[in-house]
């Protein structure tokens, strides 16, 4: 049960309380739900014609947060992009017009295999599982740092670069790095175009 002033998703609530799943179930319905516009997004990517690092980037760290249960996020996110999954209350003019039925133009089977295919041609369905090529202490010396959110934030773009260059070597990665570091791209995000 939640502590006195904390709330929980209606999805959270139904999986914990309704139907007496673990909280691990229930928090695992949260995380999708968070996920969710991102595959969205990288969705309306893929009908664009785009097949780039950022959407490969976009796919990977959706599957890193989603784990295993990564093609039940992707499901999800194909029925949430549903009318009848409109939240209530919300007008059909709102701004997100990309879920709630309008802007795929494709059904749930079409996005989900849509999808799909992206996470597999891309290589990431298993990303979550993949072995660091520098851990947090190489990069702190590598970058003359100290943990916290620079850390985190070199951290992430050793993940990014590694979803897309797969076959890189850790020499690679650092080499990268500290360049990018240097440039102080790594702390705006812009060493994703170059990937």
């Known amino acids: 049960p939640l502590g006195k002033n904390k709330t929980q998703s209606m999805a959270s609530h139904v999986v914990r309380d309704s139907l ?9 319905i949260d995380l999708m739900h968070e996920v969710a516009p991102e595959l969205v997004d990288a969705h309306v990517g893929l009908g664009e014609g785009r097949d780039d690092a950022r959407l490969r980037i976009k796919l990977g760290r959706c599957v890193k947060r989603l784990r295993h249960t990564w093609p039940s996020g992707v499901i999800l996110s194909c029925l949430l992009c549903r009318e009848e999954a409109r939240p209530i209350g919300v007008e059909e003019a709102v701004e997100e017009e990309i879920f709630w039925g309008g802007g795929l133009g494709s059904g749930d089977r079409e996005m989900c295999e849509s999808l799909a295919s992206a996470v597999r041609r891309f290589g990431v369905q298993d990303c979550w599982q993949w ?3 520098l851990n947090g202490k190489e990069v702190m010396v590598a970058l003359d740092i100290k943990g916290g959110p620079g850390l985190g934030a070199a951290m992430d773009a050793c993940f990014d670069y590694q979803l897309v260059n797969p076959s890189a070597a850790r020499d690679d990665v650092l080499e990268w790095l500290k360049a990018k570091f240097e440039a102080g ?3 705006d995000g812009s060493y994703a175009n170059e990937l």
């Open 185 to 187: 791209a790594i702390q």
């Open 131 to 133: 072995k660091p090529l």
């Open 20 to 28: 007496k799943w673990k909280s691990k179930d229930a928090d695992t």
